[in-house]
């Protein structure tokens, strides 16, 4: 499922959520068998459930969405795919991590010489440490690093391409999500804060 494909299922199912929610509301609003005050324990406790269903959507959402970035922050970065025993790779990728890190920030081209070293000896795990630090300095020669290392390597491209796409959604979902997951009060509970609604609730549970 793409990103895209993604959000949109997800705004259906938060509008669905609220779809329900107004529903309830009207049903128990249209009720004359009800006191004003049973109705407006109903819809606090409709209102309740709408909001938890939201958040449990909202979580999941957040959830799937740094699920799939660690994957792809391995699929470009770490040991997934390569032939080997899982241990020994571990090991392998620990030390070369290490000897990464004795790059200067300053000197991209030493990392760009031990790229080069390290795809002329078939070190697959030494070639995409340096590329998870030329990904993490992204400023100065590290970029072109990167794009030494991508250039002969087309999936992990594609797969840096989504997570770059991921990071873009996350940095503005903050603001999206301000409207996407909220449940408006109906007039019933207007200027009700939410201690208030919560406990008209649990009336109705009782």
């Known amino acids: 499922m793409t990103p895209l494909q993604e959000d949109d299922s997800v705004d259906k199912a938060a509008e669905h959520i609220r779809q ?75 030390d070369a991590s290490e000897r990464v890190a004795q790059i200067d920030v300053t000197d991209w081209y030493s990392a760009e010489q031990l790229l080069d070293r390290a795809e002329m000896i078939g070190d697959e795990v030494l070639a ?40 873009t959604v996350s940095s503005q979902k903050r603001v999206h999500d301000d409207l996407r997951f909220v449940i408006p009060l109906p007039p019933q509970l207007a200027g009700m804060d939410d201690w208030r609604i919560q406990s008209l609730a649990a009336q109705v549970q009782e």
């Not at 009800?34 to 407006?40: G, K, L, N, S």
């Open 128 to 167: 995409r440490q340096i590329a998870a630090a030329a990904y993490a300095n992204p400023l100065g020669g590290w970029s072109s690093v990167l794009d030494s290392f991508l250039s002969k390597r087309p999936a992990a491209a594609q797969a840096l391409d989504e997570l770059t796409s991921l990071n």
């Open 20 to 94: 329900l929610f107004n529903t309830a509301v009207y049903l128990y609003s249209s009720n004359g068998d009800m006191t004003q005050e049973a109705i407006t324990s109903k819809i606090a406790l409709a209102w309740v459930k709408a909001k938890d269903d939201m958040a449990a959507l909202e979580s999941q959402t957040s959830g799937n969405i740094a699920a799939r970035k660690a994957q792809l922050q391995q699929q470009v970065f770490g040991t997934v795919g390569l032939a080997g025993d899982p241990a020994s790779l571990a090991m392998s990728a620990r």
